[in-house]
C-alpha cells in the first residue's frame, strides 16, 4: 500500500514516474572557492553574464525551433535578468562586500528577488524564483557545476521550490509531472508545465520532505493526491484514467482551428492573457484569437529607471504584430504599493489593493504615463490595438486619461512619429466602475472585467486569506448582478463587454456570460479548449434559460453546484 500525501493539483492529468529532486545546496561549492583580487572575481562575474547569457541565446533558438514558444519566452525573460545593466553593477558592489564572484551574483540576484517577494500580487511574486534561479545559474557557471542526468524512465520533479530553467531544460519525454512543496499556481516553473500540460501539484508543504530521490511516484493533478511507492494493483488502477486523458487531449487539440460558437451561431471570442509579447505564440497554438490582456507592468519591472519609450514600443509592437488582425488589449501599468519600483516613491501603505495604485499613479505621473501612451499609439499602426486603464472608479478619471492620450498624439505629430488609432476601454474591477457603467459605457470603447479584483472587493474578501477563502466565489449573486450590469451596459451603447479574469477560464461561467451577452473572454492560453467545447456544446436559448434560473438564486455555492449539474 502506497503512503499518500495530498497537496493542491493545479494542472490536471495523471503522472507515473521516479522522484527527481530538484535544487542543488551550492554551500558547498561556495565553501570550497577560492576568491581572486577583487578587480579578478568582477572580471569573472562579468565573463559569466557574457557566457550565461550567450547559452541562453543557444537554449531559446533551440526551443524557438522545437516550437516550444512559451518556455522560450521565459528563458527570453531569464536572458534580459542577465543582461540587465543594473544587475551587472549590483554584483560589483556585491564583491565589493564579500570578495567572491559566485556569492556576489547569488547576493546580488537574492535582493531583487526579495524586492518581488513584497509583492501583494501572487503572479509578481511568483517572479521571485525567476531571479533566483538566474541567480544561481550564474553562480552555477562561475563554480564549474554541471546539471544532474536524467537516467532512464520518466521523472516527476519535485522540490519546495523549483527553478523555472529546471523544468524549460528537461526534454518533454522525459519529465512526467511536478510537485511543489511550496510554489505559486502562476509561478513560471508552473507555466511551463502547463504550456507542455504536466500534471502538476502545489502546496504540499513539509511534507515533501517525506519524498526520496529515485521514489516511484503516482500523481493525480485534478485531485492533489501522491502515492508514493504505490502497489501493482493501484498503479493498473491509475493506467486507466492516463488512457482516458490520452484521448481528451487529442480531441481537444481538434478544438484549436475551431472558433467559440454556439449551436445557434452565437460567437464569443476567446483570447489570451499574456506577460509578454512571446506569450502570444504559445496562446496561438491553443487557438487563441488575440490578447485581451497584456500586463504592461513587465516592461517596467527591473529596472532602476522608467522605461523609454522606444523600448516600450518595442515590446507592445512586437504583441501587436504577433496578433496578426486580432485586438491586442495592452493594460497600462497597474504598479502601486503592492508592485514596488525604485523610481515610483509609493511607500508603505496598510493595504495597496486600495492604495495609491494604477490610474491613481498614472494620472499624477506624466514622465511614467506619457512614454507608455505613445508607445503603444505607435505600436497601434501594426495591427489592431486597445488601450485599458486599470482601476478606474469614475467618469472624470477615465476623461483625464482620455485627454492625456490626444496629448500623446500631438506630442507624435510634433515629433514627426507615426501611430495609429487605438481603442480606449477600462478594466471594470471595482464595484465603483460596475455600478457607474451605464454612463461610463458612453465614453468608453470597451469594457473588460477583472474578476478577481472585482470578487474581492465587492465581498470584501481577501483571495489570499485563507481563513475566508471559501467565501470567495465568482458566482456569488452580488457579483453576477455587477457582471450583468456591466454587460447589458456596453451592449446598450453599442459597446463590446470583455472579461480577464480567472472567472473567464471557468467554462461553467462562460455559460453565464455568453447569455449575458459578453462578446469576449480572456484567459491562461492553456483553458481556452475547455471553455471553447462548452461554448460549441450549448445553444444560447438553452444558456439563456441557465441564466434565468441562476439570476433567482440567492447563494453563491448553490449556483456553483446547479452548473456542475449541467451537462
Known amino acids: 500500500m502506497a503512503e499518500k500525501m495530498k497537496g493542491k493539483g493545479v494542472i490536471a492529468g495523471v503522472a507515473v514516474g521516479k522522484i527527481m529532486l530538484a535544487g542543488q545546496n551550492l554551500d558547498g561549492y561556495l565553501k570550497d572557492y577560492k576568491p581572486k583580487k577583487k578587480a579578478e572575481e568582477k572580471k569573472i562575474a562579468a565573463d559569466a553574464l557574457v557566457a550565461v547569457a550567450a547559452k541562453l541565446v543557444s537554449t531559446i533558438e533551440d526551443l524557438n525551433k522545437k516550437d516550444m514558444k512559451e518556455q522560450a519566452a521565459i528563458l527570453e525573460a531569464h536572458r534580459m535578468m542577465v543582461e540587465d545593466p543594473a544587475m551587472s553593477g549590483a554584483i560589483d558592489e556585491q564583491v ?9 551574483v547569488l547576493d546580488a540576484y537574492e535582493s531583487q528577488a526579495q524586492v518581488f517577494e513584497q509583492m501583494e500580487d501572487e503572479y509578481f511574486r511568483g517572479r521571485a524564483v525567476d531571479m533566483r534561479d538566474v541567480g544561481k545559474r550564474i553562480a552555477k557557471y562561475i563554480l564549474g557545476i554541471k546539471e544532474p542526468e536524467i537516467g532512464e524512465g520518466k521523472v516527476i520533479v519535485a522540490g519546495q521550490e523549483i527553478e523555472p530553467s529546471v523544468i524549460a531544460g528537461l526534454p518533454s519525454d522525459k519529465i512526467a509531472g511536478v510537485i511543489l512543496g511550496q510554489g505559486s499556481t502562476t509561478s513560471h516553473a508552473i507555466i511551463i508545465a502547463k504550456t507542455r500540460a504536466i500534471p502538476s501539484i502545489v502546496g504540499v508543504g513539509d511534507a515533501i520532505e517525506k519524498i526520496a530521490d529515485g521514489d516511484p511516484v503516482i500523481i493525480d493533478g485534478e485531485t492533489g493526491e501522491i502515492l508514493i511507492r504505490p502497489s501493482d494493483e493501484e498503479r493498473a488502477a491509475y493506467d486507466v484514467k492516463i488512457k482516458k486523458q490520452e484521448e481528451l487531449k487529442a480531441h481537444y487539440a481538434q478544438l484549436r482551428a475551431l472558433p467559440a460558437v454556439t449551436s445557434d451561431g452565437v460567437k464569443v471570442v476567446l483570447a489570451c492573457n499574456i506577460g509578454s ?10 487557438g487563441a484569437e488575440g490578447v485581451g490582456l497584456f500586463r504592461s507592468e513587465f516592461v517596467f519591472m527591473g529596472k532602476t529607471d522608467i522605461p523609454k519609450e522606444e523600448d516600450q514600443f518595442k515590446e507592445y509592437k512586437a504583441a501587436v504584430e504577433k496578433c496578426a488582425g486580432h485586438l491586442c488589449v495592452i493594460r497600462t501599468m497597474d504598479i502601486g504599493g503592492d508592485k514596488p519600483l525604485p523610481y515610483i516613491q509609493v511607500g508603505t501603505e496598510e493595504n495597496p489593493f486600495l492604495g495609491y495604485r494604477a490610474i491613481r499613479i498614472s494620472l499624477q505621473r506624466r514622465d511614467l504615463f506619457m512614454p507608455q501612451l505613445k508607445a503603444i499609439l505607435r505600436a497601434g ?10 482601476m478606474v472608479i469614475n467618469v472624470a478619471e477615465f476623461k483625464a486619461a482620455q485627454a492625456m492620450v490626444e496629448e500623446a498624439k500631438v506630442e507624435l505629430v510634433h515629433e514627426g512619429k507615426e501611430y495609429g488609432e487605438v481603442q480606449l476601454g477600462i478594466m471594470v474591477e471595482t464595484p465603483a466602475a460596475a455600478v457607474m457603467t451605464p454612463v461610463l459605457a458612453k465614453y468608453v470603447d470597451f469594457f473588460s472585467i477583472g474578476t478577481n479584483d472585482l470578487v474581492q472587493y465587492t465581498l470584501a474578501v481577501d483571495r489570499g486569506n485563507a481563513q475566508i477563502s471559501y467565501l470567495y466565489n465568482h458566482f456569488n449573486p452580488a457579483v453576477l448582478r455587477l457582471i450583468k450590469r456591466t454587460i447589458e451596459s456596453a451592449n446598450k451603447e453599442g459597446k463590446w463587454a470583455g472579461m480577464c479574469g480567472e472567472m473567464a477560464s471557468d467554462p461553467n461561467a462562460a455559460i453565464l456570460l455568453m447569455a449575458m451577452g459578453i462578446k469576449e473572454l480572456s484567459m491562461s492560453a492553456p483553458s481556452i479548449p475547455k471553455v471553447k467545447e462548452r461554448i460549441r456544446n450549448i445553444s444560447s436559448a438553452k444558456a439563456k434559460e441557465i ?17 456542475a449539474t449541467i451537462g
Do not use: N, T
Open 96 to 104: 565589493d562586500k564579500s570578495g567572491s564572484a559566485p556569492r556576489a
Open 277 to 286: 509579447p512571446a506569450d502570444v505564440d504559445a496562446a496561438k497554438d491553443y
Open 381 to 390: 499602426k501594426f495591427g489592431k490595438a486597445g488601450i485599458m486603464f486599470p
Open 547 to 563: 441564466l434565468d434560473k441562476v439570476m433567482e438564486m440567492e447563494d453563491g455555492d448553490e449556483i456553483k453546484k446547479y452548473l
